[in-house]
């Protein structure tokens, strides 16, 4: 059984950034995509970014393109997200996960069948 586990998170000021990591354990570990998502209290759990085990492609948010990058490294089985200029509104527990099939609906959480525990940004003004 895959587990991922989210680190990285914590208290940043306004303008400031982070890297969050997502760390596989467990079985094989081969994905066909990994996703972030992020939710924020009273809200939905809202895609970020998706990014192919394979070959490396992402697929972004509209509203998340230009700040937000994500990566992986195959050999450590670890899937990042680098955010810069951080804004209050962006405050929020952050969520990896892993997709098993190709899918055209990356950006929905119930695609993704494998989910981190999560890791809380808090962004200060």
């Known amino acids: 059984q895959v587990q991922l586990v989210e680190s990285g998170g914590g208290l940043v000021q306004a303008g400031g950034s982070l890297r969050l990591s997502c760390a596989a354990s467990?079985?094989?570990?081969?994905?066909?995509?990994m996703g972030w998502f992020r939710q924020a209290p009273g809200k939905e759990r809202k895609f970020i970014a998706t990014?192919?085990?394979?070959?490396?492609?992402?697929l972004y948010a509209d509203s998340m393109k230009g700040r937000f990058t994500i990566s992986r490294d195959d050999a450590k089985n670890t899937v990042y997200l680098q955010m810069n200029s951080l804004k209050p509104e962006d405050t929020a527990v952050y969520y990896c996960a892993a997709v098993d099939y190709s899918t055209t609906y990356y950006y929905l959480a119930s695609v993704y069948s494998t989910w981190g525990q999560g890791t809380q940004v808090t962004v200060s003004s």
């Open positions: 990014i192919a085990w394979t070959g490396g492609s992402t």
């Open positions: 467990g079985r094989t570990f081969s994905p066909y995509a």
